[in-house]
């Protein structure tokens, strides 16, 4: 914005501003520096921020996926790798079916009267309040058992034959498994921001493309979709970010080999040996959502409002 | 257009939240009526009627775990109000920088709380943490030991003696920029003429903020606080990483109280219950919210319509 004039403002006020801005980025700087200190290092705080970095850490927690053997390691411990390729296949996945079925229904909701529209409006608008913790029970419950089938014949043989998983075909330790109940956890809220933004799509252009000979859904691909690139961006931010941070869910789901990256994190928090690998770990699964917020503020700050301004 | 086409835009997403959110949901409320031991198939297990609701009634831990609950959301969002809301008023000027600044300040948010918990809980730890390294730059109580004397200054052990604090200032550090971000939207959304009509009229700069900034915000800033409000009753992970619920029952919020008591304990009718009641209470914070916020709307509609009268 070229044509902005900027008023003068006191001195103060920019040391407040300075001050501010170190409480909010000051942890996260002392996350990155950790990560990269070695563990005695970290415990006798020496240097502050002076020190020599090291990549051993990364080197520590990445070990099963490195084409490399880090020479100060005798074995692989902290199976980072592999829990990293879960959290990005599941984070992936998880995202882009949320947007698709959430903006089909955001859509359906805002350009459509049907019978049902206020009960299915009511009901996302409801189910944005349940805490994961509430979901936590009748999940871990259903997963393990109900939509276990123990059967060799359809779905169950389906199921085992399409996604993988535990030989007594259960959703419980599937990638599916969880991806489904993120899937289910994000929609209410991208059908909530995407509706505000399909509002804005002027109808006389869905019209035009109608009276062209298009049907509803090549409408809604070719026309709508394009015009609220915005919105997704924000949407599939925000489903990305909980489907990537979620810890509890996912631990009550999955199994050692579709363990996600924070239940690693949490499994090893505790262990005050290793704190430097364990600080990698953590940098490494900050790193996708910090690079979000750089390139995309605007987009996330676009859907947080148009979330909460609408109501 | 069929009149089917709605139907088929909402199908995916309802299928999905159906079988993932209000199955599960439903599956619950049945479990909290029944003696549900995880290791039995749901429908051998005995229906005990109200059992589970009436034995928390005289639960003590749960009636602790109840009142941290409350004790922690309301506290975090009341001080995140305040700072929140303060900091936009402060900021709402064209000063160069701001969108970096608010970048800077969404940082925060992005980040997995369990990574949030990890470096809370590093930078609160007694030897090694930040703030009492701070404590021991300003203090020098290795200088005092040296001496023969005691330090009037004493490293504070954060997490074992203000753990409820201590998880406060992190969510606190977390969430701010929330209501930060969405007050500024809302005071740059402000009708200008009103604004200016209460310059004209001399009104002080305190004024300008209690009687017309806030009032008219007021709608937005309900929302806001409700958003939040419900969030904060889903903070888990960074108290579970961060103290784990203790020292003792210190820090042990209803989510975390449910994720043991079904996990730990294995008592899932039990926990069944208790998320029930965990909804109830997000129920009544919601309609109480909405009624509320009817009102503000009603009283800035009001003022608005004045403003632009008298402008």
């Given at each position: 914005m070229a044509d902005t004039t900027y008023e003068r403002q006191n001195p103060a006020f920019y040391v407040l501003i300075a001050i501010l801005i170190l409480m909010s980025v000051g942890p996260v700087i002392i996350l990155l520096a950790n990560s990269m200190r070695l563990d005695v290092d970290i415990t006798s705080g020496v240097g502050g921020l002076i020190f020599m970095p090291t990549i051993r850490n990364y080197e520590t927690a990445l070990c099963d996926i490195l084409w490399y053997e880090p020479e100060h390691l005798r074995f692989c411990q902290i199976r980072f790798g592999g829990a990293f390729i879960n959290s990005i296949i599941i984070a992936l996945i998880s995202t882009a079916l949320t947007l698709i079925f959430g903006c089909m229904a955001a859509y359906a909701l805002v350009r459509f009267k049907f019978m049902g529209r206020d009960t299915v409006s009511l009901s996302t608008l409801a189910v944005r309040m349940i805490p994961p913790a509430v979901l936590l029970v009748p999940v871990f419950g259903l997963w393990n058992n109900a939509f276990c089938l123990d059967n060799d014949y359809g779905v169950g043989e389906w199921i085992r034959d399409t996604f993988g998983g535990r030989g007594d075909v259960c959703l419980a330790g599937t990638h599916s498994g969880i991806i489904i109940v993120y899937v289910a956890m994000n929609l209410p809220f991208v059908i909530w921001i995407l509706q505000s933004f399909i509002?804005?799509?002027?109808k006389s252009l869905e019209e035009a493309a109608r009276v062209d000979g298009a049907g509803p859904f090549q409408v809604f691909f070719l026309v709508v979709l394009p015009l609220i690139k915005p919105g997704l961006a924000a949407a599939s931010i925000f489903t990305f970010r909980i489907a990537w941070n979620e810890y509890l869910l996912a631990s009550a789901l999955a199994d050692r080999d579709t363990m996600t990256v924070p239940i690693l994190i949490v499994n090893n928090a505790s262990e005050f040996d290793g704190l430097g690998t364990i600080f990698a770990t953590g940098m490494l699964l900050a790193i996708p959502p910090i690079l979000f917020t750089l390139f995309a503020s605007r987009q996330i700050i676009t859907g947080m409002t148009a979330g909460a301004v609408k109501g | 257009m069929n009149r089917m086409t709605p139907y088929m835009f909402i199908a995916p997403a309802a299928l999905v939240m159906a079988l993932a959110l209000f199955y599960p949901i439903g599956y619950m409320m049945w479990g909290s009526f029944r003696d549900w031991d995880p290791t039995q198939n749901i429908s051998e297990t005995e229906f005990v009627g109200m059992a589970n609701y009436v034995r928390l009634w005289g639960d003590a831990f749960f009636w602790e775990s109840f009142s941290v609950t409350l004790i922690f959301a309301f506290t975090v969002v009341v001080v995140e109000m305040v700072i929140g809301v303060g900091l936009a008023l402060l900021l709402d000027r064209n000063i160069r920088g701001m969108s970096v600044l608010r970048t800077l300040f969404i940082l925060p948010m992005m980040i997995a709380p369990v990574v949030v918990g990890l470096v809370w809980r590093f930078m609160f730890?007694?030897?090694?943490?930040t703030f009492n390294r701070f404590l021991d730059w300003i203090a020098g109580w290795r200088i005092w030991e040296w001496l023969g004397i005691e330090s009037p200054i004493q490293p504070v052990d954060w997490l074992g003696q203000n753990p409820l604090l201590s998880v406060i200032i992190a969510d606190i550090w977390q969430w701010t920029p929330f209501i930060f971000i969405l007050s500024l939207a809302a005071l740059q959304s402000l009708p200008r003429s009103a604004l200016e009509a209460a310059r004209i009229d001399g009104a002080t700069g305190w004024q300008q903020v209690w009687f017309i900034k806030l009032p008219l915000m007021a709608p937005v800033l309900v929302v806001t606080m409700l958003l939040r409000l419900i969030d904060a009753f889903k903070v888990l992970e960074v108290i579970l990483v961060m103290t784990g619920g203790g020292p003792g029952l210190s820090t042990e919020i209803l989510a975390l109280r449910i994720a043991r008591t079904a996990r730990e304990f294995r008592e899932l009718g039990e926990a069944a219950a208790m998320s029930n009641y965990l909804l109830m209470l997000l129920m009544l914070l919601t309609l109480g919210m909405f009624a509320f916020n009817r009102w503000t709307e009603a009283r800035s509609r009001k003022l608005k319509f004045a403003a632009e009268e008298e402008g």
């Open positions: 509002v804005q799509v002027p | 730890h007694q030897t090694y943490g």
